[in-house]
């Protein structure tokens, strides 16, 4: 079982994208109470696979971080953060136990964060010093696309090795068809990029050649645990009370939800008839509740952002 532990929905940023300024609810970070309940049901789950902490931003509490760190047994920690607080201390205290550090930065201006890029330069080239293969994850909106490409080839310019890029869940394009052009031409470029790692196009070729199926079920393979110990299946469903499944004191209560949503796991209706359906991820329940918020549909920039990730994974299986 994988956990998501959010520390905290509080940030000290003010990202225009930023999923908990969306959800609209209560901000509010882990108690000691809590922290020591979250370890305990983790513990008697004896189940950890990877253990990701995660926020708002969860260094605004570096020792709720740490005591998690060093009181679960996991096979992995991965800590997501927006890098302005790292300090060379924590990022070498985690070194020292191999626990991962995602670090988001959206490349050449990070005026959609709010963030100083000088800062996030100085911290990321901190952080590759000690972890070299750091994810960084960038975050492109409507307004950024057209400087996708530019904005890689900046972090790969860092020392860079991986990088992870999204889409601005709630993004709703003026013009789709536009929009769609300009996605396909940056992701083509992106292909292209020699000795970088994309998650998102080596995360399709993989399940292409695999043959892999996503599967989206209800606290099954995933739990995310809120800052006030209550259990759900995923960061969108936070406080929506349909879909709670427990609490860290009185454990998993997941059939109730799982009957309640049979259509949880389905794929999109808009993907009915397509012919890549087969590959599409859509199915995933966090991303329908995110563009659309409903489970049955996803919305059209994340179905664009779909076909042209896997028409570039095809592309590039062809080609190798």
Same mark, same amino acid.
């Given at each position: 079982? =994988?956990?998501? *532990?959010?520390?905290?929905?509080? @940030? $000290?940023?003010? @990202?225009s994208y930023c999923y908990e300024r969306h959800l609209n609810t209560e901000y509010g970070h882990i108690s000691t109470e809590i922290?020591? $309940?979250?370890?305990? +049901?983790?513990?008697?789950? $004896?189940?950890?696979?990877?253990?990701y902490l995660f926020g708002g931003e969860p260094l605004l509490y570096m020792d709720t971080v740490k005591y998690f760190c060093e009181n679960i047994n996991a096979k992995k920690f991965v800590i997501t953060t927006n890098g302005t607080l790292l300090t060379?201390? +924590? !990022?070498?205290? %985690?070194? =020292?136990?191999?626990?991962? *550090?995602?670090?988001?930065? =959206?490349?050449?201006?990070?005026?959609?964060?709010? /963030? =100083?890029?000088?800062?996030?330069?100085?911290?990321? #080239?901190?952080?590759?010093?000690?972890?070299?293969?750091?994810?960084?994850?960038?975050?492109y909106t409507e307004n950024t696309l057209p400087d996708l490409y530019n904005n890689i080839i900046y972090l790969k310019n860092l020392g860079v090795k991986k990088?992870? /890029?999204?889409?601005?869940a709630f993004l709703t394009p003026e013009n789709p068809n536009t929009f769609g052009d300009i996605l396909r031409e940056q992701w083509q470029k992106i292909a292209e990029i020699q000795e970088l790692f994309v998650y998102e196009l080596a995360v399709k070729i993989?399940? !292409?050649?695999? $043959?892999?199926?996503?599967?989206? &079920?209800? %606290?099954? #393979?995933?739990? +995310? *645990?809120n800052w006030d110990g209550n259990i759900y299946p995923c960061i969108q469903f936070q406080n929506i009370s349909e879909y709670r499944c427990?609490?860290?004191?009185?454990?998993? &209560?997941?059939? #109730?939800?799982?009957?309640?949503?049979?259509?949880?796991?389905?794929?999109?209706?808009?993907?009915?008839? @397509?012919? !890549?359906?087969?590959? %599409?991820r859509n199915s995933c329940a966090c991303r329908k509740m995110a563009t659309t918020g409903t489970l049955r549909n996803i919305s059209e920039a994340a @179905?664009?952002? &779909?076909?042209?990730?896997i028409l570039t994974a095809l592309e590039l299986i062809s080609k190798a």
């Open positions: 079982m =994988d956990y998501t *532990i959010s520390i905290t929905n509080k @940030c $000290n940023l003010k @990202c922290m020591k $309940n979250i370890a305990n +049901f983790i513990r008697q789950q $004896n189940n950890a696979g990877t253990i060379e201390n +924590f !990022i070498r205290w %985690c070194a =020292d136990r191999k626990v991962i *550090i995602n670090m988001s930065h =959206d490349g050449i201006k990070c005026t959609e964060r709010g /963030a =100083d890029t000088s800062l996030l330069n100085a911290n990321l #080239k901190l952080l590759l010093k000690y972890q070299p293969d750091t994810l960084v994850q960038l975050v990088v992870s /890029a999204a889409m601005d993989n399940n !292409i050649t695999e $043959n892999k199926h996503s599967t989206c &079920e209800i %606290c099954k #393979k995933k739990i +995310f *645990i427990g609490n860290v004191l009185s454990g998993i &209560e997941s059939e #109730k939800a799982r009957k309640a949503h049979p259509d949880y796991s389905m794929v999109s209706e808009r993907c009915s008839g @397509c012919e !890549i359906t087969e590959y %599409c @179905c664009l952002e &779909e076909q042209v990730h």
